[in-house]
């Protein structure tokens, strides 16, 4: 089955309008891979059928951008972010709430392996007596339903999984293999737009928004950066995916590099060296 240019053009603009995402011509056969189970199970001939039946129903609408979301994602992905976090961010956070309670985003977050490493990571790292809420928002309900579920298949936990972090937070159910309570408690999951107007959140002192801007066009990633930043603790953290770091941000950020990561500051802000001292700032 394979779509005409002009069923192709409205997959792609219903898309990007829902999530901002773009798909240029050249993922045509991504389009068309993800559009055939749909279209079976809503009985159509064909995918030229389909979208033409899509076309006048909201409900499979929502289905196809949340079946074109771009998933990928892995344990402790690149590593670099999460050892930074371990041992540069959490001790310069631990210096300096006093209120003993950290909020965290991980904004697209997809199945949920990048909040429940942050979670593993906070486990490990934040003394007994301090509290953490980890928001895990992604706009497809799919995944968020994932996070809420908090069960992976055995490929999914090949994935970057370290032996010892499986023993310590999952437990097997049948073939797969859950989180345990203890992390899922610190993972709030919801469904959250990035191009929509935000909803009520905490003011976060790290912000994981990793491996989405790509998809995005440059003025949609600076509204995406900006709505960020509003919710930000003014010296929070905000850590980008490692194809990201070199992209334009304009001049609400400042850069800083911590050993081989980059981190982003909101702008204006001025470095105590006490507070955080392995962190350099390099500019924006
Ligand atoms: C490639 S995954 C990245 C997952 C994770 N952050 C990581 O780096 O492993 C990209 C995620 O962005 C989500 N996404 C795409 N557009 C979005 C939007 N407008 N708002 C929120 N999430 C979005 C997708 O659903 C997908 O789960």
Known sequence: MSLSTLSFA????????????????????????RLEPLARAAGARSLEAYVAQLRHDPNEQ????????????????????????????????????????????????SSGQ??????MTLEERLPQDWTTEIWATDV??????????????????????????LVKYFTRTGSEWEVLPQLRAMVRPSVVNLIDDLPAMPRFDVVFLRNVLIYFDLAVRHEVLDRVRDVMAPD???????????????DRWVRETCGRLQ???????????????????TGS
């Open 10 to 33: 409205y997959v792609s603009d219903l898309v990007r309008r829902e999530t901002a995402m773009l798909y240029p011509p050249e993922k045509a056969y991504l389009v068309e891979s």
């Open 62 to 109: 929502a289905r196809v951008a949340d079946a074109l979301t771009i998933n990928e994602t892995s344990w402790y992905r690149d590593n670099t972010p999460f050892r930074a976090l371990a041992t540069d961010i959490v001790p310069a956070l631990l210096r300096e709430r006093s209120g003993r309670h950290l909020s965290v985003w991980s904004a697209a977050c």
């Open 114 to 119: 990048e909040p429940y490493s942050i979670a």
């Open 140 to 165: 497809s309900p799919t995944m968020v339903e994932r996070v809420a579920a908090g069960r992976y298949g055995q490929v999914e936990m090949n994935r970057g999984l370290p032996a010892t972090s």
């Open 236 to 250: 929070g953290y905000l850590v980008l995916g490692s194809s990201e770091t070199a992209m334009d941000l304009g």
């Open 263 to 281: 981190l982003h500051r909101p702008a204006p802000y001025v470095r105590t060296p006490a507070a955080a001292p392995t962190l350099t700032a």
